[in-house]
């Protein structure tokens, strides 16, 4: 393969994504928990029930070491993108690796999106669509996002053809 | 219609027949309605006459309710099209419609991108048709539709937009299309075509383009028959054929069991003759189900036929226009600079003919589903600019209708060697239906053999006893009947894979791409590269030990976009084809 794209994602994008995996692992969890302890509360005889939670409780354990410690590291180290005059190129992806190049005659509109995790760490993600798809380089600084955005739109628009 | 002169604010109206023709089908509806409610009322009235007057009245203002109805229905519907109409103005075409809430449609003639018409029966006896303009408007692009437009004024608007579009371009650009004489090839319905070009429909009018046709075919009538008997409906009707045997057989099978069982019980004589009866009427109901699928198969061909009808491709400068339909009529036209691929499709019946169909692939619209219906099918797979060609002739075809085709790539490069072990392991076992099957079938046996001895150790009498082991038999049979269609199907799969990976191929050069995924069945893509929206070469775990990579080319072609993937490229060639993706690597 061919060297990879030389720019990283903001290191703050891994505290985004465990913020994000955990929120979501703790309604898993709490959505899969419940049940069993109401059952096991309301008739203490059901001693099925304590081993059910037991399981659900070493299962989201298991993922969210998974999600909150292992993962992002590899990810962040994994997400590279490069902005070159005519294209963009993106390399990502832990088990299935994908290289992706988005020439930027091809692009049809760019925006910068932030959700409440991300303005926190004071992070945005950069979407460039066509006319087939989108693309979304996620967790860049604020500022770099808005130059991001704004190159690729100007090069875009310089080089715009017909679909 | 009369064109008399032209200003960007005169407003065309569609034909009159909006008014009657789209309020007949509402009519028609209300009398159903009419006749089912009150039909009841109506034989009482028959039964009993003493109940008449009661009756009488009812029906009566059930009858002056509908009249209202419908009354109210036309009016509408005159409102309606006094506030529909069209303008051609200087940079934009207007579609105004609405009575209450006003609608205003803005298509700039530089986002047109193809315009379409399609008739349904009753509106072509009339000489309308519905047009439709399509813009590539994004994932969910509706087509702009104007209904009720007579056969001239559609064809006076197509021009008008095509022109004044190329006038925005400026396309100073003539048709590259190779001359000679339109080649005149034709078929039994096409008779069918030339009277309602003769007799037009009863508003049609006559409109002649000013672009001139460079090249124009039609379909012979081997070819049209061919291509209706070979149609996908044939295909499924087989398929469904051996399946209700199957079925048929599995039912009579487990019937035979349990009148075996109550046979056992009162008389073990009689089962012989009862199986006789059984065997007699299993040939019936095999008989009776592929009459049926003939039946089916025939009508699906005949169908096609008619689809097919009266087909003509041309070009007509930078247009590629597609006419079928002998009873309902569409016309397809696509410009060239939209057009996403070139598709050569060969299905499995006809590969083993050596026929293939070529199509078009362009942004396809979401029509109005109450206009198109079941040619809502057709429009998703691009334009079909020949359903039923020799393989052979193909390129001939191509270089007449799309020149600019003509410098495809000729070295295709193969997969890897890898690429054969990979792929029969993947279409056998993993997504081998064959393999699942027999797998699912093993897990049943199991289950039934596990649940047969507990029933003989439970049953009392020697009758049950017997019961459960003609039961055992017959499991056994219907279980040799599923691995043995295991079997057919997991040699169909290991014979795919083979073709498979002898087979595809991707190629290109400094203009285009093409890409062959084969098969039982095999498609030929073949696509600019200014058409490829982004390239993406993809890897698993196993593909990086094996050094083979997924190459996915996206194109916008069909609903939000198509992605053309070749499995299993060498590593090296996928990374050079990606650099051909870049666009500094000209």
Same mark, same amino acid.
């Given at each position: 393969?061919?060297?990879?794209?030389?720019?990283?994602?903001?290191?703050?994008?891994?505290?985004?994504?465990?913020?994000?995996?955990?929120?979501?692992?703790?309604?898993?969890?709490?959505?899969?928990?419940?049940?069993?302890?109401?059952?096991?509360?309301?008739?203490?005889?059901?001693?099925?029930?304590?081993?059910?939670?037991?399981?659900?409780?070493?299962?989201?354990?298991?993922?969210?070491?998974?999600?909150?410690?292992?993962?992002?590291?590899?990810?962040?180290?994994?997400?590279?993108?490069?902005?070159?005059?005519?294209?963009?190129?993106?390399?990502?992806?832990?088990?299935?690796?994908?290289?992706?190049?988005?020439?930027?005659?091809?692009?049809?509109?760019?925006?910068?999106?932030?959700?409440?995790?991300?303005?926190?760490?004071?992070?945005?993600?950069?979407?460039?669509?066509?006319?087939?798809?989108?693309?979304?380089?996620?967790?860049?600084?604020?500022?770099?996002?808005?130059?991001?955005?704004?190159?690729?739109?100007?090069?875009?628009?310089?080089?715009?053809?017909?679909? | 219609?009369?064109?008399?002169?032209?200003?960007?604010?005169?407003?065309?109206?569609?034909?009159?027949?909006?008014?009657?023709?789209?309020?007949?089908?509402?009519?028609?509806?209300?009398?159903?309605?009419?006749?089912?409610?009150?039909?009841?009322?109506?034989?009482?009235?028959?039964?009993?006459?003493?109940?008449?007057?009661?009756?009488?009245?009812?029906?009566?203002?059930?009858?002056?309710?509908?009249?209202?109805?419908?009354?109210?229905?036309?009016?509408?519907?005159?409102?309606?099209?006094?506030?529909?109409?069209?303008?051609?103005?200087?940079?934009?075409?207007?579609?105004?419609?609405?009575?209450?809430?006003?609608?205003?449609?803005?298509?700039?003639?530089?986002?047109?991108?193809?315009?379409?018409?399609?008739?349904?029966?009753?509106?072509?006896?009339?000489?309308?048709? %519905?047009?439709?303009?399509?813009? #590539? /408007? *994004? &994932?969910?692009?509706?087509?702009?539709?104007?209904?009720? @437009?007579? $056969? +001239?004024?559609?064809?006076?608007?197509?021009?008008?937009?095509?022109?004044?579009?190329?006038?925005?371009?400026?396309? %100073?650009?003539?048709?590259?299309? #190779? /001359? *000679? &004489?339109?080649?005149?090839?034709?078929?039994?319905?096409? @008779?069918? $075509? +030339?009277?309602?070009?003769?007799?037009?429909?009863?508003?049609?009018?006559?409109?002649?383009?000013?672009?001139?046709? %460079?090249?124009?075919?039609?379909?012979?009538?081997?070819?049209?028959?061919?291509?209706?008997?070979?149609?996908?409906?044939?295909?499924?009707?087989?398929?469904?054929?051996?399946?209700?045997?199957?079925?048929?057989?599995?039912?009579?099978?487990?019937?035979?069991?349990?009148?075996?069982?109550?046979?056992?019980?009162?008389?073990?004589?009689?089962?012989?003759?009862?199986?006789?009866?059984?065997?007699?009427?299993?040939?019936?109901?095999?008989?009776?189900?592929?009459?049926?699928?003939?039946?089916?198969?025939?009508?699906?061909?005949?169908?096609?036929?008619?689809?097919?009808?009266?087909?003509?491709?041309?070009?007509?400068?930078?247009?590629?226009?597609?006419?079928?339909?002998?009873?309902?009529?569409?016309?397809?036209?696509?410009?060239?600079?939209?057009?996403?691929?070139?598709?050569?499709?060969?299905?499995?019946?006809?590969?083993?003919?050596?026929?293939?169909?070529?199509?078009?692939?362009?942004?396809?619209?979401?029509?109005?589903?109450?206009?198109?219906?079941?040619?809502?099918?057709?429009?998703?797979?691009?334009?079909?600019?020949?359903?039923?060609?020799?393989?052979?002739?193909?390129?001939?075809?191509?270089?007449?209708?799309?020149?600019?085709?003509?410098?495809?790539?000729?070295?295709?490069?193969?997969?890897?060697?890898?690429?054969?072990?990979?792929?029969?392991?993947?279409?056998?076992?993993?997504?081998?239906?064959?393999?699942?099957?027999?797998?699912?079938?093993?897990?049943?046996?199991?289950?039934?053999?596990?649940?047969?001895?507990?029933?003989?150790?439970?049953?009392?009498?020697?009758?049950?006893?017997?019961?459960?082991?003609?039961?055992?038999?017959?499991?056994?049979?219907?279980?040799?009947?599923?691995?043995?269609?295991?079997?057919?199907?997991?040699?169909?799969?290991?014979?795919?894979?083979?073709?498979?990976?002898?087979?595809?191929?991707?190629?290109?050069?400094?203009?285009?791409?093409?890409?062959?995924?084969?098969?039982?069945?095999?498609?030929?893509?073949?696509?600019?590269?200014?058409?490829?929206?982004?390239?993406?070469?993809?890897?698993?775990?196993?593909?990086?030990?094996?050094?083979?990579?997924?190459?996915?080319?996206?194109?916008?072609?069909?609903?939000?976009?198509?992605?053309?993937?070749?499995?299993?490229?060498?590593?090296?060639?996928?990374?050079?084809?990606?650099?051909?993706?870049?666009?500094?690597?000209?």
């Amino acid at each position: 393969m061919r060297e990879l794209p030389v720019n990283q994602l903001d290191p703050k994008i891994k505290s985004v994504w465990r913020i994000n995996d955990a929120i979501w692992i703790v309604i898993g969890f709490v959505i899969c928990f419940i049940p069993f302890a109401i059952v096991a509360a309301v008739a203490p005889e059901e001693s099925w029930a304590i081993g059910v939670m037991a399981i659900v409780a070493i299962v989201f354990a298991a993922l969210a070491i998974l999600c909150i410690v292992i993962l992002p590291p590899i990810r962040y180290v994994r997400w590279r993108y490069q902005l070159t005059d005519d294209f963009l190129d993106i390399a990502k992806g832990i088990i299935w690796k994908q290289r992706i190049i988005v020439p930027f005659i091809r692009v049809q509109n760019t925006d910068t999106r932030q959700g409440p995790i991300m303005r926190a760490f004071g992070l945005a993600s950069v979407t460039v669509a066509t006319a087939a798809g989108e693309h979304e380089i996620p967790g860049l600084a604020m500022s770099e996002a808005e130059v991001l955005r704004d190159k690729a739109a100007e090069l875009a628009r310089i080089a715009r053809e017909d679909v | 219609m009369e064109q008399a002169p032209h200003t960007p604010d005169t407003r065309y109206r569609v034909h009159n027949s909006y008014i009657w023709l789209g309020s007949l089908g509402a009519v028609i509806a209300l009398l159903f309605v009419l006749l089912v409610t009150s039909g009841g009322t109506f034989i009482s009235l028959l039964a009993d006459p003493a109940e008449a007057l009661p009756a009488a009245i009812s029906l009566i203002s059930v009858g002056v309710f509908m009249v209202v109805v419908a009354a109210i229905i036309v009016v509408m519907r005159l409102l309606s099209y006094k506030h529909l109409y069209f303008t051609i103005g200087q940079d934009e075409f207007n579609l105004f419609s609405g009575i209450f809430n006003k609608q205003r449609v803005h298509i700039p003639y530089a986002r047109i991108q193809s315009i379409d018409q399609h008739a349904t029966l009753l509106q072509r006896i009339f000489g309308v048709c %519905t047009v439709s303009i399509d813009t #590539a /408007g *994004g &994932a969910s692009n509706k087509a702009v539709q104007i209904p009720y @437009v007579t $056969k +001239q004024q559609a064809e006076w608007l197509r021009s008008q937009l095509f022109a004044r579009k190329m006038q925005m371009e400026q396309a %100073t650009t003539t048709a590259s299309a #190779a /001359g *000679g &004489a339109p080649t005149q090839s034709g078929n039994v319905l096409d @008779v069918g $075509k +030339q009277v309602w070009d003769e007799v037009g429909g009863v508003f049609a009018g006559s409109y002649q383009d000013a672009v001139p046709v %460079t090249y124009e075919y039609g379909l012979t009538n081997k070819e049209l028959l061919l291509a209706g008997i070979s149609n996908n409906t044939a295909f499924a009707a087989i398929i469904v054929a051996i399946l209700g045997v199957v079925g048929e057989l599995m039912g009579v099978f487990s019937d035979q069991i349990a009148d075996e069982g109550a046979l056992i019980i009162n008389d073990v004589s009689a089962s012989l003759s009862a199986g006789q009866i059984i065997s007699g009427s299993l040939a019936g109901a095999c008989a009776l189900i592929f009459g049926v699928m003939l039946i089916i198969w025939i009508v699906g061909a005949i169908a096609s036929c008619v689809n097919y009808g009266g087909f003509r491709a041309r070009r007509r400068g930078p247009r590629i226009e597609v006419e079928r339909g002998l009873l309902q009529h569409t016309l397809q036209g696509v410009n060239i600079d939209r057009v996403q691929a070139v598709v050569i499709k060969q299905t499995f019946i006809r590969r083993l003919l050596g026929y293939c169909e070529l199509s078009l692939a362009r942004i396809d619209a979401q029509g109005d589903p109450s206009e198109s219906g079941q040619s809502n099918q057709q429009t998703q797979q691009g334009i079909v600019i020949h359903p039923f060609l020799k393989l052979s002739r193909a390129n001939e075809v191509l270089s007449g209708l799309v020149p600019e085709y003509r410098d495809v790539p000729q070295e295709p490069i193969a997969l890897s060697p890898k690429a054969l072990r990979r792929g029969l392991i993947r279409r056998c076992i993993w997504q081998g239906g064959g393999f699942w099957c027999a797998v699912c079938a093993a897990i049943l046996q199991i289950i039934v053999r596990a649940l047969i001895p507990s029933t003989l150790e439970v049953g009392p009498t020697d009758t049950v006893n017997q019961l459960a082991i003609s039961t055992g038999g017959f499991t056994d049979v219907i279980f040799a009947i599923i691995y043995i269609l295991a079997l057919i199907i997991f040699i169909f799969d290991i014979v795919g894979a083979i073709m498979w990976a002898r087979g595809s191929s991707f190629a290109y050069n400094h203009r285009f791409m093409q890409v062959t995924n084969a098969g039982l069945s095999r498609q030929t893509m073949n696509f600019p590269r200014q058409k490829i929206q982004y390239g993406t070469v993809r890897t698993n775990p196993l593909q990086r030990a094996a050094k083979t990579a997924t190459i996915q080319a996206r194109t916008a072609a069909g609903m939000g976009g198509t992605t053309i993937a070749l499995i299993d490229v060498a590593e090296e060639a996928a990374s050079a084809w990606l650099d051909w993706v870049r666009p500094h690597a000209r």
